[in-house]
């Protein structure tokens, strides 16, 4: 049965940085309303500091202040356990807890459909592809496949909060398997269903404090919530270049002899600089 395209009403695009992201959020949004040519909701939720009005209202782009989750129970707990090797991210870059904020409740109340973009992540091509994807009942993001949960997880530092983990996976019934040689997702671009919305901010506050050992901060945890607990991630159908010349929907970065024109959008395109428009 094929899915149901919303109406532009039922649908909102989101990016979300702090102050000190500000100049690729707005990178972002200008692919956004370009080459994205989507002129429909787009909110910036904005932690801890008022961007530019000017910006915003010629974009049309919605603001939604917000505070910067609290990760100080974390981070007392992480130095109790420092990690053993990684890149550091778990003191480096805790700001990027406050992508939780995409799970806000007002988004269900307002928007079924949110689209959801990283600070950065650069458009080329119109943003249709994206809403033709089938999202409903899931969360849809690219698949890190092969690479495997284990990678996400400090799994020295602090054998007990592992221990749970495992635990309150295996209780939840969906892992028959190794939790660690579970598939996961990128949380950089993700189509997200908000009648799915049961307290998911919350729950992902939860995991954060009471597991220290997410390697890639809120990605871990929303890995563990959204995939092992709920079985809710339906992997990115990218639909990788073919003959009829079709962009690529998604990808890091390109891959062979590609460029920046071969994709609808890039975490990190090599081909074109991030300030060209």
């Known amino acids: 049965m094929p899915t149901s395209v919303p109406t532009p009403e039922s649908t909102v695009v989101v990016t979300l940085s702090d102050q000190a992201y500000l100049p690729r959020a707005m990178r972002t949004i ?16 904005a932690v801890d500091f008022d961007p530019p009005g000017n910006f915003c209202d010629l974009y049309e782009v919605e603001i939604w202040r917000r505070r910067r989750i609290d990760t100080s129970v974390l981070d007392e707990k992480i130095r109790a356990r ?7 991210r778990e003191h480096t ?28 992540l650069r458009v080329f091509h119109n943003l249709e592809p994206v809403f033709a994807h089938p999202w409903e009942g899931s969360i849809v993001a690219h698949s890190e496949d092969p690479k495997r949960f284990g990678s ?24 028959k398997g190794d939790l660690l040689d579970e598939t996961f997702f990128l949380n950089c671009f993700w189509i997200y269903d908000t009648t799915l919305n049961d307290g998911v901010h919350q729950r992902l506050c939860e995991l954060m404090e009471g597991f220290p050992i997410f390697r890639t901060n809120e990605m871990g945890a929303m890995n563990v919530y959204f995939q092992m607990l709920r079985r809710l991630w339906r992997p990115l159908q990218i639909d990788r270049l073919g003959s009829d010349g079709r962009p690529q929907l998604f990808d890091w970065s390109e891959t ?3 460029t920046w024109r071969d994709y609808v959008m890039l975490k990190y395109p090599t081909t074109i600089n991030f300030e060209d428009t």
Do not use: N
Not at 30 to 45: A, H, S, T
Not at 95 to 120: C, M, N, T, Y
């Open 152 to 175: 996400q997880l400090e799994t020295r530092a602090d054998p007990d909060a592992l221990a749970q983990l495992v635990e309150l996976v295996r209780a939840a019934g969906h892992v």
């Open 256 to 258: 062979g002899a590609r």
């Open 82 to 88: 420092p990690f053993t090797g990684g890149d550091g």
């Open 30 to 45: 200008r692919d956004v309303r370009g080459p994205g040519r989507y002129w429909g909701p787009l909110v910036y939720v």
């Open 93 to 120: 870059k805790t700001a990027q807890w406050s992508k939780i904020h995409a799970f806000d409740p007002e988004f269900e109340r307002r928007w079924q459909r949110l689209v959801f973009l990283d600070a950065g």
